[in-house]
């Protein structure tokens, strides 16, 4: 883990990498689990039986579950030393151009793409792309949005 003792350090790095998370697993009880909170039932993400046989021959994560690990990975990539709040305020872009297999492993990297002084703090935004293990392409990308106080 990157950690950056102020948070006005940052606005010199824009355009540089902020850190990179640990790995998660996707076990099909996590994939599950999303699935009985959000509704989401799709066969292509709870039944195995059936993914087996279809496009990615076995269930996939969610691709909203993936990008709701951004928290647990900014976590686990960087800390700000001084910040006392950091709320999320949105995204900018997301995608997912490629799928996240059951018994996978993924982890996020980090890149400062802007900084903005706001009152008690600053606005920043982060590219996150998510990386399957094993795998070239990113599972998801996506600008984050949040504010951070200090």
Known sequence: MNTYPKLSDLQALVGTSLGTSE???IDQ???DQFAAVTGDR???HVDPVR???GPFRGTVAHGFLTLSLLPVMVHSAFSIGDVR???NYGLNRVRFPAPLPVHSRVRGH???MNFEPIDGGAQIVTEV???RDGQSKPVCVAESVARHFT
């Open 85 to 87: 709040m950091s709320v």
């Open 23 to 25: 790995w998660l697993d």
């Open 29 to 31: 009880n996590r994939i």
């Open 42 to 44: 799709q066969w292509i």
């Open 129 to 131: 792309s998510m990386e």
């Open 51 to 53: 993914a087996a046989s």
């Open 110 to 112: 980090f890149k400062l």
